[in-house]
């Protein structure tokens, strides 16, 4: 099934514009979903809207409404929202271009792919990512999604153009709030260098599908469980992980581990296959 556009507009480079569509690069994740259910009837509930005064209300009926003091607000139907138009409701206007480095990681969002709109598109689709390419820097613009204007970072990725949000100032929390308490005093070096070896052990490449969603494995082995008419197994709790002697630590996460980068494919399927066996076995005499 091809995928559908969450955008669609122009981009334009000074005079140069051409049809885009705007596609999210990631997929909300995971299979397991669950719905409100009424163990007594094992019916479905339904959430029905409610007006406080006067009962269950239609969706249809709605409008949205801005709070400007309590219990009072201003009223705006969909229509009044969408006369609110910006030039970049509908274009992607590139401002300016900067390096990549320049932008702090707090202020990456979400990814999207932008792709030329049609084949007459792709000409000039394809002279503003190659001119894009051979600057070596990140370019940005503005666009409206979801009755917000985003900045977006967008850059050369394959045969078509990596996007990225960008979060505003406003959005991002200042560090020196959390940080503050932490204390200036330095390490123990021979700490550091212990630390710095037990890195050194597990560098490797990045490769995503080394991880998956252990969680969510072990809640589909429980699911398979209980729907062969099986009573799951108790997990015991985490063992508790605070640290008395940090160098004894340290030295024990020294000795004798190797680098975890060349897991083969079989290691990789391990977590989920153990957590089906700890669903599946029986449950222990002795409670947790």
Same mark, same amino acid.
């Given at each position: 099934?091809?995928?559908?556009?969450?955008?669609?507009?122009?981009?334009?480079?000074?005079?140069?514009?051409?049809?885009?569509?705007?596609?999210?690069?990631?997929?909300?994740? &995971?299979?397991?979903?669950?719905?409100?259910?009424?163990?007594?009837? @094992?019916?479905?509930?339904?959430?029905?809207?409610?007006?406080?005064?006067?009962?269950?209300?239609?969706?249809?009926?709605?409008?949205?409404?801005?709070?400007?003091?309590?219990?009072?607000?201003?009223?705006?139907?969909?229509?009044?929202?969408?006369?609110?138009?910006?030039?970049?409701?509908?274009?992607?206007?590139?401002?300016?271009?900067?390096? &990549?480095?320049?932008?702090?990681?707090?202020?990456?969002?979400?990814?999207?792919?932008?792709?030329?709109?049609?084949?007459?598109?792709?000409?000039?689709?394809?002279?503003?990512?190659?001119?894009?390419?051979?600057? &070596?820097?990140?370019?940005?613009?503005?666009?409206?999604?979801?009755?917000?204007?985003?900045?977006?970072?967008?850059?050369?990725?394959?045969?078509?153009?990596?996007?990225?949000?960008?979060?505003?100032?406003?959005?991002?929390?200042?560090?020196?709030?959390?940080?503050?308490?932490?204390?200036?005093?330095?390490?123990?070096?021979?700490?550091?260098?212990?630390?710095?070896?037990?890195?050194?052990?597990?560098?490797?490449?990045?490769?995503?599908?080394?991880?998956?969603?252990?969680?969510?494995?072990?809640?589909?082995?429980?699911?398979?469980?209980?729907?062969?008419?099986?009573?799951?197994?108790?997990?015991?709790?985490?063992?508790?992980? @605070?640290?008395?002697?940090?160098?004894?630590?340290?030295?024990?996460?020294?000795?004798?581990?190797?680098?975890?980068?060349?897991?083969?494919?079989?290691?990789?399927?391990?977590?989920?296959?153990?957590?089906?066996?700890?669903?599946?076995?029986?449950?222990?005499?002795?409670?947790?």
């Amino acid at each position: 099934m091809a995928s559908r556009p969450s955008w669609q507009g122009h981009l334009r480079l000074s005079l140069v514009t051409c049809p885009v569509s705007l596609y999210t690069a990631t997929s909300s994740g &995971g299979d397991v979903h669950f719905n409100l259910i009424n163990p007594k009837t @094992n019916n479905r509930i339904k959430m029905i809207t409610t007006d406080p005064d006067t009962g269950p209300i239609e969706r249809s009926e709605l409008v949205k409404g801005y709070e400007v003091s309590k219990g009072e607000y201003i009223l705006l139907t969909d229509e009044e929202i969408k006369s609110v138009r910006l030039e970049s409701t509908k274009t992607i206007d590139i401002e300016r271009f900067v390096p &990549g480095e320049d932008i702090d990681r707090l202020y990456w969002d979400n990814p999207y792919y932008l792709a030329p709109d049609g084949k007459m598109a792709q000409e000039a689709f394809g002279v503003i990512r190659s001119a894009m390419e051979r600057s &070596g820097q990140i370019a940005l613009a503005r666009v409206v999604i979801s009755t917000r204007e985003r900045i977006l970072a967008l850059e050369p990725r394959g045969k078509g153009i990596l996007a990225y949000t960008i979060r505003t100032d406003a959005e991002v929390r200042k560090p020196d709030a959390i940080f503050a308490g932490i204390s200036d005093a330095e390490p123990d070096p021979d700490m550091i260098a212990i630390a710095q070896r037990i890195i050194e052990q597990r560098e490797g490449p990045f490769d995503p599908s080394l991880f998956i969603d252990r969680y969510e494995e072990a809640l589909k082995a429980l699911i398979d469980e209980k729907q062969k008419g099986h009573r799951p197994a108790k997990v015991s709790e985490p063992e508790d992980t @605070n640290v008395i002697d940090l160098m004894s630590a340290l030295r024990a996460s020294l000795v004798g581990k190797s680098k975890p980068a060349a897991r083969s494919a079989k290691a990789r399927t391990q977590p989920a296959k153990a957590a089906q066996k700890s669903a599946a076995r029986p449950k222990a005499k002795k409670s947790a």
